[in-house]
């Protein structure tokens, strides 16, 4: 398990997670794979549309079902719309499906970043990335012999 940093291309180990190089034979893994939508506000707006609901209602069933995901949010600039933006996204998800704060992350990009995902992105000032990464569930913990 790592923790990735978007701004290289290597991820980071963290020194309290450990790697496991077996898994037991007790031991079952539940993958979830990632998701990933964007979704775009008109100009200067934070008001979610009915489009934008059917997006954001997907990945609140998702999160609803598997409590082991998490979402992160990210935006581009960082001006006050995108606060806004961010947030009607976010509580959006945690009114609708009662998603606990400690599941949504809020991310600002950095300039390096954004610069890069210009590259791609014709309307990258209105676009919202949705993403819920990978995750890997281990049902069993063999230091404490249970699942």
Do not use: C
């Not at 600039?77 to 806004?84: E, G, I, K, Q, R």
């Not at 976010?90 to 499906?97: K, L, P, T, V």
């Not at 998603?99 to 992105?121: F, G, P």
């Amino acid at each position: 398990m790592a923790i990735h940093s978007f701004s290289q291309t290597n991820p980071i180990s963290h020194p309290l997670v450990t790697e496991l190089n077996y898994y037991p034979e007790q031991g079952m893994l539940v993958a979830f794979p990632t998701h990933y939508d964007v979704i775009y506000f008109e100009n200067n707006s934070s008001q979610l549309t009915i489009n934008m609901k059917t997006i954001l209602n997907s990945i609140g069933y998702l999160l609803d079902t598997y409590k082991e995901t998490y979402l992160v949010i990210t935006l581009h600039t960082s001006d006050d719309l995108a606060y806004d933006r961010l947030y009607s996204v976010a509580d959006y998800i945690a009114m609708q499906f009662r998603i606990e704060q400690e599941r949504i992350q809020i991310m600002l990009t950095s300039q390096e970043e954004t610069k890069h995902y210009k590259q791609y992105e014709k309307n990258w000032k209105n676009s919202t990335e949705l993403i819920m990464p990978k995750t890997i569930i281990v049902t069993y913990d063999p230091e404490l012999g249970m699942y």
